[in-house]
């Protein structure tokens, strides 16, 4: 029988699946669209299944290599052998349907919060469960951040932003988050421990201490290609937040005010000093200005 040479979205997908999909190979072959004979080439049927087999298996070994180079820091603590189980486990139980390898990393983040064994723990070998899935959390937002669209590619607004002017509403902004922005709230004072596993890394520094249980607010960004991982205070976290969804400043303003329980004006004389900040951090973006035009 004469099979016509599929088209390379055919291949792709055809191999992802038999690569990713659990059952019988050869049941994964009738279900893929193409049989073994169109999606491998090989001298006889038996070559074909070693070649596919070979393609399996070199697939899931660089699943797994991109998980290691995505949660570098989360292996270190780890350590390689138990990151591994993890990560070979992901692969296995939750197989990727997608194109690109930068899809893995969310759902190893969920994979790893769902996979903690049942049972009593004493309070140190919670914590330790409960940092690996922080950690997990920031490295997969660190990746995002990264792949994201910085905000130095964003033109500046043509003025300078006015602290008077902001307090006493004199300046209608429009405002935008950036996409490269994330906000992570932890349950744990992850930053030292980002720090001390970094030095770890590079200096051959001893065993980390496990962060103090405190909730800690993080915005991630980059500048210039830089990832800037910044602590915000709560009101900073929450008026970020509703930047992101508002329809502009003084919509986001109210509404976070009303959140926080906060009486605007308060709020907006915080924020008159922030934003010159946050903007400067690339956390905020200020698309224009309008001042109210004077009238005689």
Request: charged share 20%; glycine share 4%.
């Amino acid at each position: 029988m004469t099979y016509s040479t599929p088209e390379l979205s055919q291949l792709q997908y055809w191999l992802s699946h038999v690569s990713n999909s659990h059952g019988d190979v050869s049941q994964k072959w009738l279900t893929s669209g193409l049989s073994l004979k169109q999606g491998a080439k090989a001298a006889s049927h038996l070559a074909a299944e070693h070649q596919q087999q070979t393609y399996s298996a070199a697939h899931a070994k660089r699943l797994k290599a991109c998980l290691k180079d995505e949660f570098s820091l989360l292996c270190a603590l780890m350590g390689e052998d138990v990151f591994d189980v993890f990560a070979k486990a992901c692969v296995m139980a939750l197989p990727s349907q997608a194109l690109t390898f930068h899809t893995l990393g969310k759902a190893f983040v969920r994979f790893l919060a769902n996979s903690w064994p049942q049972g009593k723990f004493n309070a140190s070998q919670s914590t330790l469960f409960e940092v690996y899935v922080e950690l997990a959390r920031f490295e997969r937002a660190k990746a995002e951040v990264l792949a994201a669209k910085g905000s130095e590619q964003i033109p500046p607004a043509e003025f300078a932003l006015n602290e008077f002017e902001l307090l006493g509403g004199g300046a209608s902004l429009n405002i935008m988050v950036p996409d490269c922005v994330r906000l992570l709230v932890s349950e744990y004072d992850i930053l030292p421990l980002l720090s001390q596993l970094e030095n770890r890394q590079t200096k051959g520094a001893e065993s980390p201490a496990m962060p103090a249980r405190e909730t800690r607010y993080i915005a991630l960004t980059k500048q210039n290609g830089q990832l800037i991982a910044q602590p915000l205070t709560h009101w900073q976290a929450d008026l970020l937040s509703h930047c992101n969804h508002a329809a502009s400043f003084e919509q986001a303003l109210a509404h976070s005010a009303r959140r926080q329980g906060m009486e605007p004006a308060v709020l907006r004389a915080r924020m008159a000093m922030w934003l010159p900040v946050a903007v400067a951090s690339g956390l905020l973006v200020v698309e224009t200005a309008k001042r109210p035009t004077a009238t005689t």
